[in-house]
């Protein structure tokens, strides 16, 4: 995946939620692009929201790691398809 793939997905408007699925098979939600900071390399994604809606912890993905993006439907959004890398 490419930064540009992850500028665009946090820059939608609407913001589309998405699921992150990692090379080790692990799997991490991005429901608000408040949750996401991208960096040259990685991806780090906000686990775990705390009672004042900020995340408890992160996790550090790398770009190189994350081997497809799947749309995560919810009530008011259309499911876009998945990207693979």
Same mark, same amino acid.
């Given at each position: 995946m490419t930064v540009q793939t992850f500028r665009d #997905? #946090? %820059?939608q408007r609407p913001f589309r939620p998405f699921r992150l699925v990692m090379s080790s098979g692990r799997s991490y939600e991005?429901?608000? $692009? /408040?949750?996401a900071w #991208? !960096?040259? !390399?990685?991806? #780090?994604? &906000?686990? &775990? /929201? !705390?009672d004042e809606g900020v $995340? %408890? /912890?992160?996790?550090?993905c790398s770009l190189l790691h994350i081997t497809s993006i799947e749309p995560i439907a919810t009530a008011s959004s259309g499911t876009p398809p998945a990207v693979n890398s």
């Amino acid at each position: 995946m490419t930064v540009q793939t992850f500028r665009d #997905l #946090l %820059a939608q408007r609407p913001f589309r939620p998405f699921r992150l699925v990692m090379s080790s098979g692990r799997s991490y939600e991005v429901r608000h $692009p /408040e949750m996401a900071w #991208l !960096t040259r !390399t990685d991806l #780090l994604v &906000g686990v &775990g /929201e !705390t009672d004042e809606g900020v $995340p %408890a /912890e992160f996790r550090i993905c790398s770009l190189l790691h994350i081997t497809s993006i799947e749309p995560i439907a919810t009530a008011s959004s259309g499911t876009p398809p998945a990207v693979n890398s």
